[in-house]
C-alpha cells in the first residue's frame, strides 16, 4: 500500500527510511528528497525495477537514469577506466551538484537501458538522500515527475503524478528550499580523452576548471579537432562536427552558448560538439 512518511519528524523519517529500504528489497519504487528535487528512486541492478521506474514517468529506456551513491568510493565500484581527472572532479564537488558519466563496470549485473556501457554517478548532498543511499545501496533515480511536467518539488506534488506506482513517499518539504532556485546537476562526460560538459547546472565551468583546467564547455572542441586550413570545403567537415545534441528532458533547459576560453585552448562548435555518451534522463 502506498504511504507518504512526513520526515521532519524523527519517528516518521525512522520508519519510513525502514519501509522504504524494504520496498527497495521488494523492487517497488520510491520517491524522496534530494538537494536539487524529489526522486524516484528503484533498485539499480534490477532490471524489473528500472522498468518499473520508467514506467511510473511515461519514459522510454533510451533515457537511462542516473545511478546515486551514497559515498564517494562506490565509484570504482560501478565505474572503470575513471581517470585522475574525473576522480578529482568528484573529490572536489560530491556531495553536491555534479555528475559524472563513466565507463560502467562490465561486471555488474545491471541493465539501466540503453546507456552504451556508460553510468551516469552521482552523489547528493541531502541527508534524507544519503540515510537512505547508506541503508539500500547504489539507486537508480529519475526526477519525480511524469515525463513531460514539472518535477515535484514536495513529495506531495510528486505523489499527484505518480500515484500509486510508488510505494513509499518521504517528505522532506520543499526542495529546492522555500527562496532558492531549482538549479539541475551540471553533467561531465568522462568517457573520452577530454572531459566535456554535457549539461551546465548547479558547477560552474568555471568551478570545473579550477580544479581541471582542461574540461571542456558546452559545444566547445579542441583545437585540434578543427579544419588546419581554411581551404578545405565546408562540406567536407566531419558529420560529428555538424550533429547538434538533444537535450535530455523536456523538464532539463537548453544550455546557453559558450565562448572560447581565454587561453585559446578550446573553440565554438558551430553546431554543438557531439558527445559519445547517450542521452541521460536526470534527476536534475
Not at 547538434?244 to 546557453?256: D, W
Request: aromatic share 2%; charged share 20%.
Amino acid at each position: 500500500m502506498t504511504t507518504t512518511y512526513n520526515c521532519t519528524n524523527d519517528d516518521e523519517r525512522a520508519k519510513g527510511l525502514e519501509h522504504a529500504q524494504r520496498a527497495i528489497s521488494e523492487k517497488k519504487c520510491v520517491v524522496f528528497p534530494t538537494d536539487t528535487v524529489y526522486g524516484i528512486a528503484a533498485d539499480a541492478f534490477s532490471p524489473h525495477a528500472v522498468t518499473m521506474l520508467l514506467a511510473s514517468k511515461g519514459r522510454s529506456r533510451t533515457m537511462p537514469p542516473p545511478v546515486l551513491i551514497p559515498r564517494i568510493n562506490a565509484l570504482d565500484g560501478l565505474a572503470t577506466d575513471v581517470s585522475a581527472d574525473a576522480r578529482r572532479l568528484a573529490e572536489a564537488f560530491w556531495p553536491g551538484g555534479l555528475t559524472l558519466i563513466l565507463h560502467a563496470q562490465p561486471s555488474l549485473d545491471w541493465d539501466l537501458g540503453e546507456t552504451k556501457g556508460t553510468v551516469a554517478l552521482r552523489m547528493p548532498d541531502d541527508d534524507i538522500a544519503q540515510e537512505l543511499l547508506t541503508l539500500t545501496g547504489p539507486l537508480a533515480v529519475s526526477s519525480a515527475n511524469r515525463t513531460g511536467q514539472a518535477p515535484g518539488q514536495t513529495a506531495a506534488a510528486a505523489r499527484e503524478q505518480l500515484a500509486d506506482s510508488v510505494e513509499v513517499y518521504l517528505e522532506g518539504g520543499a526542495r529546492p528550499l522555500e527562496g532558492e532556485t531549482a538549479v539541475p546537476s551540471t553533467i561531465v562526460d568522462a568517457t573520452g580523452p577530454r572531459l566535456r560538459v554535457v549539461r551546465n547546472g548547479a558547477v560552474s565551468l568555471d568551478q570545473l576548471r579550477q580544479h581541471v583546467p582542461g574540461v571542456l564547455g558546452l559545444g566547445e572542441i579542441p583545437m585540434a579537432e578543427e579544419d588546419p586550413t581554411d581551404e578545405a570545403p565546408a562540406e567536407a567537415a566531419p558529420a560529428a562536427e555538424a550533429a547538434a545534441v538533444t537535450g535530455p528532458a523536456a523538464e532539463e533547459a537548453a544550455a546557453p552558448s559558450v565562448t572560447p576560453s581565454a587561453s585559446g585552448s578550446s573553440a565554438v562548435d558551430p553546431a554543438a560538439a557531439a558527445t559519445p555518451a547517450p542521452m541521460r534522463d536526470s534527476e536534475s
